[in-house]
């Protein structure tokens, strides 16, 4: 299957400090999705991205398709005590309707 | 949270016994997905359906069946346990815009 890879695997960051994640594939993706998953529960979409260069905001976290349609990127600024989960990718390529994930970024926030 | 249950939320099983799990969802969509997550291997495909009766194998289908009589329920089925399919399984739709929504999850401890 199509490998997505995420990176950092995991950070640990002072509360408010600023937080970048991305997400790499070898092919072209159609569509970008982010989630964040708390412990014991189902992802929760965070943002979706359609189109090639698209910058999208949910509050204090803003997302980026690449223009090259094979990465991703997820920016939370201000981080705060509650963004401690694990921040995962998904990407769904041109054709097919199969989502494909990254193996997600595990955030850590010290008050 | 686009209206997808699944039950039972947590299942304990013997080996070699056979399990069904259930998803159901409440708006109409037709694609619907099942998944696993395990540590270091992230989610991955079990299979996923595109209309009632009509379903496709994932990358991870061996030892599990699928079926879809109605729009708003997807089954899965191990036909027989085994220790290897202890995992924690995510039912998830595609969205009108091509997002994607997941349900709670069931932890399945296969023993």
């Known amino acids: 299957g199509q490998q997505l890879n995420q990176s950092p695997q995991s950070m640990f960051i002072q509360e408010g400090e600023d937080v970048s994640m991305n997400c790499t594939s070898s092919?072209?993706?159609?569509?970008w999705l982010w989630y964040k998953q708390d412990p014991g529960e189902g992802p929760v979409l965070l943002i979706a991205?359609?189109?090639?260069?698209e910058l999208t905001s949910n509050g204090r976290l803003t997302a980026q398709f690449g223009i090259t349609r094979k990465d991703s990127f997820l920016n939370i600024s201000a981080s705060i005590p509650s963004d401690v989960g694990i921040y995962f990718c998904?990407?769904?390529?041109?054709?097919?309707?199969?989502?494909?994930f990254g193996t997600g970024t595990s955030l850590t926030v010290i008050p | 949270d686009a209206g997808i249950t699944q039950s039972p939320r947590h299942k304990v099983t013997e080996t070699g016994t056979p399990v069904t799990l259930r998803c159901h969802q409440t708006?109409?969509?037709?694609?619907m997905y099942w998944y696993r997550q395990d540590p270091g291997h992230g989610l991955r495909l079990i299979h996923y359906s595109y209309g009632v009766k009509d379903t496709d194998k994932g990358e991870v289908s061996d030892g599990y069946s699928v079926s879809r009589s109605k729009t708003e329920d997807f089954l899965l089925t191990l036909e027989s346990a085994t220790s290897s399919q202890t995992s924690v399984y995510f039912c998830?739709?595609?969205?009108?815009?091509?997002?994607?929504?997941f349900g709670p999850g069931t932890r399945l401890t296969v023993t």
């Open positions: 998904a990407g769904q390529l041109g054709t097919g309707n199969q989502f494909y």
């Open positions: 991205l359609y189109k090639a260069g």
């Open positions: 708006e109409n969509h037709r694609y």
């Open positions: 998830a739709i595609k969205g009108r815009v091509g997002e994607q929504y």
């Open positions: 092919s072209i993706f159609n569509t």
